[in-house]
């Protein structure tokens, strides 16, 4: 019998939320994953645990506030799993994405199903495309990126840049 794919669902971020974030990335996930490299060494300090937690504080005000971006938690069956974000770019109508996930979530449906949840959001926002970079490493990410319809292609490096029109639209900028 398969598994149950999970339910997954986008929450702002309050106090309360960030905190469960927190935790979560702690508990299950590599600091390397969820921040940038701010000290040496893939392992959780105060400093990335304070850029953790500040980011997404920073953010509360969304695409329209100073930081240009929008974060959410991503609930996984009633757990705070991971967060997703969507940034303006300088192009209007593009925005950027990223995500992680808990390893305890991953290979299960969660991850396709929170960017599926991003392009909603996107579409709520007035995005018209959205893009993302992720490691030529990462299969599982370029599989749900192709899955969810987005041309992927070299972005130098060991790097990928993959790129997708926003539920509803048309065409993507530029195209």
Partial sequence: MAERAPTVRLRPVDDAVLAEMVRAALGDAAPDEVTPMLTPGNTWTPERVEWLTRFHADRRAGLDGPAGEATWAVEVDGDVAGAVRLKRTAEPGVLETGIWLARG???????????????????VL????????????????????????????????????????VPGTTRAPGR
Avoid: H, K
């Fill in 126 to 165: 007035g995005g018209r495309e959205v893009r993302v970079e992720t490691g030529r490493g990462n299969q599982g990410a370029l599989a749900i990126l192709r899955g969810l319809g987005f041309e992927c292609s070299d972005a130098g490096g060991d790097r990928v840049a993959a790129r997708r029109a």
């Fill in 105 to 123: 979530v991953r290979g299960r449906g969660a991850g396709r199903r929170a960017i599926a949840a991003v392009l909603a959001q996107a579409a």
